[in-house]
């Protein structure tokens, strides 16, 4: 359930999430796990000769330049949470003083151990910015 509360929390307002017994919901579950047939009839319909298996004969692996990484790595130091955050991570500590330094919003994130909300707000800021 706190999947899909992650998944669905950019909806906060517009709905109300409330546990149904599986007991209840059977033949819907199990009309999901069916599979049709593979006849015309069938949306997803595949010939003989499409649904043959094709094997991967090439891979690209394509780096990433280094400099990208120096300056994720120099913003993260830059930003005065983000670099809290991350010496209260590498502590691996309970350090009041560097918790009590954050603003408002990172310390109630980092308290509850909300931190995909941290990448989130972190993001919105860095898109503000390019664009």
């Given at each position: ?33 069916w ?35 120096e ?49 989130v ?11």
């Amino acid at each position: 359930m706190r999947r899909w509360q992650i998944a669905i929390q950019g909806y906060r307002g517009n709905m109300t999430i409330v546990h149904k017994d599986g007991n209840i919901h059977k033949n819907a579950d199990v009309l999901s796990r069916w599979p049709l047939p593979n006849t015309i009839h069938n949306p997803a319909y595949m010939t003989e000769e499409a649904s043959q298996q094709i094997p991967i004969e090439v891979i690209s692996v394509t780096d990433l330049n280094t400099t990208l990484f120096e300056e994720v790595r120099n913003s993260y130091t830059q930003d005065k949470n983000c670099s809290i955050l991350c010496q209260l991570l590498n502590k691996d500590s309970k350090d009041k003083s560097l918790i009590h330094a954050l603003d408002e919003v990172w310390k109630e994130s980092y308290d509850e151990g909300r931190f995909h909300l941290l990448v989130v707000k972190f993001t919105t800021e860095l898109s503000t910015h390019v664009s």
